[in-house]
């Protein structure tokens, strides 16, 4: 027994140590489509984000609408900040962390969220189908309901 739950997570660093996804990427756009053809851009349409997944099987996103203002000073706490700027500041920011899985036969990656700005995605999965445009990292997701598509361009930083 204490063999197996030694070497599942080796196997697990294994099979993603040569995963396509591996490395950090930087957000180029983020776009969400509605079923009439209207687009969003939650995030402008020059968003500012991050997102990694590295070889252990760990991943994180964060992204942002560069927009975002404030007129609390540096360093001080968020809970001294007026209502209208905690809601800017979180409307216009997305942050998580977790762990991830790759099944290469359907394109999809799911997030693992085990901790987030949002506390209802914590223990959660976010399931994303992913493919590549040269060395561009596409993700995409249709909402539950089917009323619209998101579709995120990242860019390779760091391999």
Same mark, same amino acid.
């Given at each position: 027994?204490?063999?197996?739950?030694?070497?599942?997570?080796?196997?697990?660093?294994?099979?993603?140590?040569?995963?396509?996804?591996?490395?950090?990427?930087?957000?180029?756009?983020?776009?969400? +489509?509605?079923?009439?053809?209207?687009?969003? !851009?939650?995030?402008?349409?020059?968003?500012?984000?991050?997102?990694? !997944?590295?070889?252990?099987?760990?991943?994180?996103?964060?992204?942002?609408?560069?927009?975002?203002?404030?007129?609390?000073?540096?360093?001080?706490?968020?809970? /001294?900040?007026?209502?209208?700027?905690?809601?800017?500041?979180?409307?216009?920011?997305?942050?998580?962390?977790? +762990?991830?899985?790759?099944?290469?036969?359907?394109?999809?990656?799911? &997030? &693992?969220?085990?901790?987030?700005?949002?506390?209802?995605?914590?223990?959660?999965?976010?399931?994303? /189908?992913? &493919?590549?445009?040269?060395?561009?990292?596409?993700? +995409?997701?249709?909402?539950?309901?089917?009323?619209?598509?998101?579709?995120?361009?990242?860019?390779?930083?760091?391999?």
């Amino acid at each position: 027994m204490a063999l197996l739950a030694i070497s599942a997570p080796a196997a697990f660093s294994e099979s993603l140590r040569h995963s396509p996804l591996i490395g950090c990427w930087k957000l180029r756009s983020c776009v969400r +489509t509605l079923r009439s053809g209207q687009t969003q !851009y939650h995030f402008g349409r020059n968003p500012v984000g991050r997102i990694e !997944y590295d070889k252990a099987g760990r991943m994180f996103a964060l992204l942002m609408r560069p927009d975002r203002r404030s007129s609390v000073s540096p360093g001080m706490e968020l809970d /001294n900040a007026p209502e209208d700027e905690l809601r800017n500041a979180v409307t216009g920011f997305v942050a998580y962390f977790g +762990t991830f899985d790759v099944d290469a036969a359907t394109h999809t990656v799911i &997030h &693992h969220v085990q901790a987030s700005l949002f506390p209802s995605w914590a223990g959660t999965d976010l399931k994303r /189908n992913f &493919h590549f445009e040269g060395r561009s990292l596409v993700l +995409t997701r249709v909402s539950p309901d089917g009323t619209s598509s998101d579709r995120l361009v990242w860019d390779r930083e760091l391999d």
